[in-house]
């Protein structure tokens, strides 16, 4: 047993409650940050659509089916891929509805929210790729953030290590979800020496991934989802070396973690994709600018010609940008 007073060396510290009651109401550190991340991932989205010409409010219309199924997307990967946590011996199977409790997949995630997005799509008449593009750096953000709902509920941690950075994990009480075992003094309970904090490799890897998405998008004004396929390419390289030193427990196929091989196959499906698709990104344009009357043309004053007949050039045409 080991006190977290009696930590011998330098660590990053982890939280020992995760839930908090707000009168009979719990307040899930895990729910929260989970909340932050989608608040994010639709202020750059919304900004983002507003660039190509969609109608300001339009990722409301969206997250209002992609952040439902994205949820029951990712839930469902988590129950399908650790069924024995619910369904095998011992297990709950009413548990696999406890989301606040962890327990989200981001490949069902994805998938899921991919869905939703192209239904909501469809409803606005937006090509799902102009969407798909403007999510690329926002969800990668909202992943990040959400990390921190691991770090929370202490979990997601990778072996052991003497790295300075080494993370402290408290033995979590089975009985009351959310909170530290603590010995006779009250003190919370942590587990014998510390651990890689791969909760925080993935932050920190998906923050480098929304600023790759952005930087390329505006060198080469990605579209028809290759900004998405980027971050797809971008995440599941990350993914695949964090997954290779994370010690909790998870299926296997030929001795490998199933997340490992999931990472690699969908890596190759985004590089192909990439590789395969061209055009240019798209603008959307309201219906009512094509049939608008133009403006009658101003007379040519004599002195805006040129001595061989022609107009000089005029001031150069802005380009579009993306964010």
């Not at 409301?60 to 095998?88: C, M, Q």
């Not at 890689?196 to 993935?202: H, I, S, V």
């Not at 600018?289 to 805006?304: E, I, L, Q, V």
């Not at 061989?308 to 001031?315: A, D, E, N, V």
Request: proline share 9%; aromatic share 10%.
């Amino acid at each position: 047993m080991t006190h977290a007073s009696l930590s011998p060396q330098a660590a990053l510290p982890s939280p020992s409650t995760a839930v908090w009651q707000l009168g009979p109401v719990p307040i899930r550190a895990y729910a929260l940050c989970i909340i932050a991340g989608i608040v994010l991932a639709c202020w750059v989205t919304e900004r983002r659509l507003r660039q190509r010409g969609v109608a300001p409010g339009a990722v409301l219309d969206i997250a209002v089916w992609a952040v439902p199924t994205g949820i029951i997307g990712a839930r469902i990967y988590h129950v399908i891929t650790s069924p024995e946590k619910y369904f095998g011996a011992g297990g709950d199977p009413m548990k696999a509805f406890a989301i606040w409790e962890g327990g989200l997949g981001i490949w069902g995630a994805v998938a899921g929210g991919a869905i939703g997005a192209w239904i909501a799509a469809r409803q606005l008449g937006i090509p799902f790729g102009v969407v798909a593009d403007a999510l690329a750096p926002g969800l990668p953000l909202a992943q990040a953030v959400g990390r921190l709902g691991n770090w929370f509920n202490n979990e997601l941690f990778g072996g052991r290590t003497t790295l300075p950075w080494g993370l402290e994990i408290h033995r979590m009480d089975p009985d009351n979800p959310g909170h530290a075992l603590r010995d006779d003094a009250g003190q919370p309970i942590l587990e014998p020496g510390l651990y890689q904090p791969t909760f925080l490799y993935e932050l920190l890897w998906n923050l480098g991934v929304v600023a790759l998405v952005l930087l390329l998008d505006r060198r080469l004004k990605l579209g028809r989802g290759r900004a998405f396929a980027l971050y797809v390419m971008g995440y599941t390289v990350g993914r695949f070396w964090i997954e290779l030193i994370r010690t909790d427990d998870a299926n296997q196929i030929l001795g490998v973690r199933l997340n490992v091989w999931t990472a690699a196959l969908v890596f190759l499906g985004a590089l192909i994709y990439f590789v395969r698709v061209r055009g240019p990104r798209e603008y959307l344009i309201p219906l009512d600018a094509a049939t608008t009357t133009p403006p009658p043309a101003r007379p040519t004053c004599p002195r805006s010609t040129s001595p061989s007949g022609r107009r000089p050039p005029g001031p150069p045409r802005r380009r579009a940008t993306g964010w």
